[in-house]
């Protein structure tokens, strides 16, 4: 099975991975506490114009809408039964949109996480995450996907079960956690472990890194700890939030300009990332600035703290407010700062 991730790579210094999905759909129209992926099937043309806008400013990848896909997320909508349906859909439209034009365009089939806890914390077995995840996986594969791509986690254990599903269908997998508490993930997981963790799966993720979390600075930041114990040819991911969510006259705004996310994407560069994304708030706008910054742009792999504060102010000092997220709890089984889905 051909890895066009790779051969991308391969051919490229760093890739632009595409911007918001949640957050993009909610300005189309999609009402708070609604499940996106159903318009997979009851708004596809929705859909396709979010992809096409995220292909024409310039992503090398376009992440399907499937981020609440497995059945524990659906069952939220009462649409557990309809995992293959909604993410078959997900798959095909997404493919539809990256084969629009001549060059190479990766699709990922994004995979959230469940919304449930693990044992011991909880009920969810690791047989169960397994089985909900391979459900998904199997019918974002058979919609056309070219790599798996695992976002937004908070637990190891779920992210174990999560590749070891990804992995048995055969295609490249990409991970990602979100760092939002005091340098961490919500379950206590710091950068620097992260990376040796995916390093010591027994099936070992393509690319792995951090994703949403709070904003530009943080993510640089959290990229730092994540290349301090990568090994060489290591593959980081970067996809940070368009700023700081605020509410003004009724309305959620996110605070990062096209020059806030054009100097983030290469100083993401700087920090040794090789796959560069948006996540909340990341407009096509914000992805076409992005794309042109990184165009012959030679890293400066020189970054540190003052270097990222000198930009973005300091950094880990902001409280995201509660109504910013997407109403879902996390693995925690609380409210969080960090967005359910981008």
């Known amino acids: 099975m051909a890895n066009k991730l790779q051969e991308l790579l391969d051919n490229k210094p760093f890739l632009l991975a595409d911007g918001a999905v949640g957050t993009n759909l909610f300005a189309a129209g999609l009402q708070s506490g609604d499940a996106p992926e159903l318009w997979n099937i009851d708004a596809p043309e929705k859909i396709h114009a979010l992809h096409r806008g995220f292909v024409e400013a310039g992503s090398d990848i376009i992440l399907t809408n499937s981020f609440g896909g497995t059945a524990q997320r659906l069952k939220l909508h009462n649409a557990q039964s309809r ?3 909604l993410n078959l859909a997900a798959a095909k439209i997404a493919r539809a949109e990256a ?7 990766i699709v990922a ?13 909880g009920e969810l077995t690791p047989d169960d995450a397994i089985a909900a995840f391979t459900e998904q996986a199997e019918a974002l594969v058979e919609g056309g996907v070219d790599v798996l791509w695992i976002e937004t986690l908070s637990a190891t254990e779920e992210m174990e079960a999560a590749v070891a599903a ?7 997998v990409v991970c990602t956690m979100s760092f939002d508490t005091n340098r961490r993930t919500m379950m206590g997981i710091k950068p620097d472990d992260y990376t040796k963790f995916c390093q010591e799966l027994p099936s070992k993720p393509m690319g792995w890194g951090a994703n949403c979390g709070v904003g530009a600075g943080e993510m640089l930041e959290t990229l730092i700890g994540l290349k301090s114990t990568a090994r060489e040819g290591d593959i980081i991911v970067s996809k940070a939030n368009c700023g700081i969510p605020e509410f003004k006259d009724g309305a959620l705004t996110y605070s990062g300009t096209l020059d806030v996310m054009a100097d983030y994407a290469r100083l993401a560069a700087d920090a040794g990332a090789r796959i560069i994304g948006g996540c909340c708030g990341t407009s096509h706008a914000h992805l076409k600035a992005m794309s042109d910054a990184l165009d012959g742009y030679t890293p400066n792999p020189s970054l540190d703290i003052p270097k990222i504060e000198a ?13 910013a997220g997407h109403g879902a709890k996390s693995e925690s089984g609380r409210r969080t700062s960090r967005r359910r889905r981008k």
């Open 99 to 105: 084969d629009r034009i001549e060059r190479p365009v």
């Open 109 to 121: 089939g994004s995979m959230g996480p469940t919304g449930e806890l693990m044992v011991p914390m």
């Open 166 to 172: 990804a992995a048995s269908t055969g295609l490249p």
């Open 83 to 85: 995992v293959h349906e």
């Open 311 to 323: 930009r973005f102010g300091p950094v880990w000092t902001v409280e995201l407010p509660a109504e």
